[in-house]
């Protein structure tokens, strides 16, 4: 591979783990170049970046009392894949409810303070939905190891949205950094991953062992971007009396 082609790989990396953080490639804006750009001005638009943001939170749970549902009593392959496309809408109103207020001049600290909130939730109830089902298709001990880890990370998840708390009432917007991004990504991708080996399951019982073997070096990997991700988080409210002020 030239050395041309292996940094626009790492290029196309980075944006897809990093979304559209200010420090990368926005490669949202390359795929959807106009997106909510002709909802400019509209009195009601202002609305759409918390809205999105909202239907996180509301939907968020239903949905894993759904895959709970669907996992614990395997009804075919529809409602699972109808499961699965209901993370991936709550997946894409992350990505695009940051954009949105970008784009849309609406950037509020309650945006910003309430989008790791949204996320973090999701991942607990994706994770405990995991810990739940996985002892039936493998045993205990594999459970209690994933306790663990999910544990550790919404320990620093917590932590997160405590700092990103204190910048916002220093009025210093509390930006997302690249950490934070590879984190949610990669932690997003194992759990989806592992709920794709579950519910494949009764089908192709291999995809769940290679899931779980995944977290294995995924998992200290990803409590690494954890901690940097809490550190830039402090560094930047001991540090910083005022940052940008665009960003979710």
Partial sequence: MSTSSRSAVGL???????????DTLRLWDWLFPDLFL????????????NALTFSRL????PTVLLLLVVERSPRGALPAVGVLA??????????????????????SHWGSRMDPVADGLLGFGLAAVAIIVVPELTSP????ALAVYFVLRFALDTAVVITRSHES???IMPLPNKWGKFKYNLDFAIL????????????TPWLLTGALLLVVPFAPLNTWFGLKNLQAHRSRLRHAPSTATHGR
Avoid at 12 to 22: A, G, H, K, L, Q
Avoid at 58 to 61: F, H, N
Avoid at 90 to 101: N, P
């Fill in 12 to 22: 196309i990396v980075r944006s897809v783990f990093s979304e559209d953080n200010v």
């Fill in 38 to 49: 002709s909802l400019r001005g509209r009195p009601w638009a202002r609305h759409l970046p």
């Fill in 58 to 61: 509301i939907l968020g749970v």
């Fill in 86 to 107: 209901l993370l991936l809408a709550l997946r894409l109103t992350d990505i695009f409810d940051g954009r949105a207020a970008r784009v849309l001049g609406t950037v």
């Fill in 141 to 144: 001990t594999v459970a209690v």
């Fill in 169 to 171: 009432r220093l009025g």
């Fill in 192 to 203: 989806v991953l592992m709920h794709v080996g579950i519910l494949a399951h009764p089908y």
